[in-house]
């Protein structure tokens, strides 16, 4: 009988939160009265829009890149993002005291590309739709020396990923279900590591757009599918393949994936600012459309939720809020 060994597990994410004491924030847990009528159940909201960076990728990107060698630190790092991991590298590498080259798409966010460069790194862009990004970063890494830190495809990632689900349950004690947006899938891969181990019972619901459903595709297929780059609104989730490694992890602990459409994003997104007072980007917002629309299925008593980022300005959150793109 052969065994294969999980690429991450509760030791490793406890190892990350270690790690980031201290460096990334504790985010607080929301409630709304509202919404457990609404949903039938209790719901607890992960806040990682309250995250440093504004989401809950510093906590991956500061884990990974704080564990460089003094040389590779030296050195810099790159990664591709279209948004917040871009932010989260540029962030760990100026605490650091080193240097972040990011690859970006041109039609990224401005703010999230401001803000990528605001924290000192530099951005080269491509096109989504034509280019490929991780070729574009393995050759600037090659030609420069530096060490890619991707967004998703890395334990250490993955692992400082599943410190946001720790501090829920830590938090809020036993979960019956938790529910995650998924793109790349080092978010759910990380929070259902992290759910399983402590409440082996617990069902972990990953939440895509309707039009970037990589991820559902190949969990009913038992392989990794890739689909035509998708276009929404939810940019965090415009991806055409899940990660091999995060999918290692998805494929045997992920119950269940659910699809919102992008008007459904958009309603999820005014609820949030109207109900809970706070501002979800699309792609935060998609677990929340999946409660409101009743699309998640039946839920069970206590419900965990991961909002994982906030990093919208506010043109676009107004248009978005106002059913424009």
């Not at 504004?54 to 050195?75: E, I």
């Not at 692992?159 to 995650?180: K, M, N, S």
């Amino acid at each position: 009988m052969t065994t294969t060994t999980p690429p991450v597990t509760l030791d490793d994410v406890r190892d990350a939160a270690a790690q980031l004491k201290g460096v990334a924030h504790r985010t607080p847990v929301l409630r709304s009265r509202t919404l457990d009528a609404l949903a039938g159940a209790e719901v607890f909201f992960k806040c990682e829009n309250f995250q440093r960076v504004g989401a809950f990728k510093f906590r991956g990107a500061y884990n990974a890149a704080s564990r460089l060698t003094p040389d590779q630190l030296a050195r810099g790092i790159a990664t591709y993002s279209s948004g917040n991991h871009a932010q989260a590298v540029a962030l760990a590498a100026r605490e650091l005291g080193t240097t972040a080259v990011i690859v970006m798409p041109e039609d990224a966010p401005p703010s999230k590309r401001a803000a990528t460069a605001g924290y000192g790194a530099e951005i080269v862009t491509y096109d989504r739709y034509t280019g490929d990004r991780v070729a574009i970063a393995e050759a600037l890494a090659a030609e420069r020396g530096l060490t890619v830190i991707p967004p998703y495809e890395h334990p250490h990632v993955i692992a400082g990923q599943g410190t946001a689900a720790l501090e829920l349950l830590e938090e809020v004690g036993g979960l019956d279900a938790l529910l995650t947006p998924v793109g790349g899938g080092g978010l759910i891969a990380g929070s259902s590591t992290v759910a399983k181990a402590l409440h082996p019972g617990i069902r972990v619901i990953g939440v895509e757009p309707e039009a970037g459903d990589d991820t559902k595709r190949s969990l009913e297929a038992g392989r990794r599918i890739s689909i035509p780059v998708p276009h929404t609104i939810a940019d965090g989730q415009a991806l055409h393949t899940p990660g091999e490694l995060t999918f290692s992890v998805n494929r045997r602990l992920v119950d269940e994936i659910a699809l919102v459409g992008d008007d459904e994003i958009r309603d999820a997104m005014r609820f949030a600012f109207e109900r809970l007072k706070i501002v979800v980007e699309p792609s935060g917002a998609t677990p929340l459309a999946a409660l409101l629309t009743g699309r998640a299925g039946p839920l069970p008593r206590r419900v965990g939720v991961i909002i994982s980022g906030g990093n919208v300005d506010a043109e676009r959150f107004a248009r978005l809020c106002g059913g424009g793109d």
